[in-house]
């Protein structure tokens, strides 16, 4: 799919049409949601078209415009989060994407925050969904839960767990979506569990469509 063109990407910013879909997370004993995760998505308001990220998230990172949809994004599923909150009659959080450039941003943290403060939220509701290896202790002082995305692909290690702030890891649906006939898929999350019970993180596995 074609990317989309950066006045298409400016119409969309400037007209609000940073959207955001959600997607619960399962505790697989409890059947519970315990968070909500945030993805982004840009609805036209013209033809009413719904464009995947894959379509723009690489354009806006190239434009340095990533941080005016993440915020534009941040503010309108913070905004919904409490009538979420309500519906669902008990605690849970709420799940959000960060681009690996955005950490660089020494200021990105406390732009968070305000939205949060302004939507009488606190970080400790947060999830930030974090996919390759940057600087996160300023996220986690904040009090951000710092979510290691896509384990088993790309650059992710078992190393990242011992080094890096995380408070969760989500296995990427590679390593799961045949997981009962992959023995390489059973190690590998097998000792991430382990792992995982050890160190007190939380395992979220992605593409799990049977029980």
């Given at each position: 799919?074609?990317?989309?063109?950066?006045?298409?990407l400016?119409?969309?910013?400037?007209?609000n049409?940073?959207?955001?879909?959600?997607?619960?997370?399962?505790?697989?004993?409890?059947?519970?949601v315990?968070?909500?995760?945030?993805?982004?998505?840009?609805?036209t308001?013209?033809q009413?078209?719904?464009?995947?990220?894959?379509?723009?998230?690489?354009?806006?990172?190239?434009?340095?415009?990533?941080?005016?949809?993440?915020?534009?994004?941040?503010?309108?599923?913070?905004?919904?989060?409490?009538?979420?909150?309500?519906r669902?009659?008990?605690?849970?959080?709420?799940?959000?994407?960060?681009?690996p450039?955005?950490?660089?941003?020494?200021?990105?943290?406390?732009?968070?925050?305000?939205?949060?403060?302004?939507?009488?939220?606190?970080?400790?509701?947060?999830?930030?969904?974090?996919?390759?290896?940057?600087?996160?202790?300023?996220?986690?002082?904040?009090?951000?839960?710092?979510?290691?995305?896509?384990?088993?692909?790309?650059?992710?290690?078992?190393?990242?767990?011992?080094?890096?702030?995380?408070?969760?890891?989500?296995?990427?649906?590679?390593?799961?979506?045949?997981?009962?006939?992959?023995?390489?898929?059973?190690?590998?999350?097998?000792?991430?569990?382990?792992?995982?019970?050890?160190?007190?993180?939380?395992i979220?596995?992605?593409?799990?469509?049977?029980?």
């Open positions: 799919t074609e990317p989309i063109s950066e006045t298409q400016l119409h969309a910013i400037s007209h049409e940073i959207t955001p879909f959600y997607q619960p997370k399962v505790n697989r004993n409890s059947n519970k315990e968070s909500i995760e945030v993805l982004a998505r840009i609805v308001a013209e009413g078209a719904v464009l995947l990220p894959e379509r723009f998230i690489c354009v806006a990172e190239d434009l340095d415009l990533i941080n005016l949809i993440t915020f534009q994004l941040f503010e309108k599923a913070t905004g919904d989060f409490s009538e979420i909150k309500t669902f009659g008990y605690k849970l959080k709420l799940a959000f994407n960060l681009s450039c955005q950490l660089e941003d020494l200021s990105c943290p406390d732009k968070l925050a305000l939205i949060l403060h302004l939507n009488q939220l606190t970080p400790s509701e947060i999830i930030l969904e974090i996919t390759e290896q940057h600087a996160l202790n300023r996220l986690r002082m904040r009090g951000f839960g710092i979510s290691l995305d896509d384990f088993g692909t790309g650059f992710t290690n078992v190393q990242q767990l011992k080094t890096l702030p995380f408070t969760e890891v989500k296995i990427d649906r590679t390593l799961i979506s045949n997981i009962e006939s992959d023995l390489f898929s059973q190690v590998i999350v097998s000792s991430l569990v382990n792992i995982a019970i050890q160190d007190d993180l939380t979220v596995a992605e593409g799990i469509e049977r029980v």
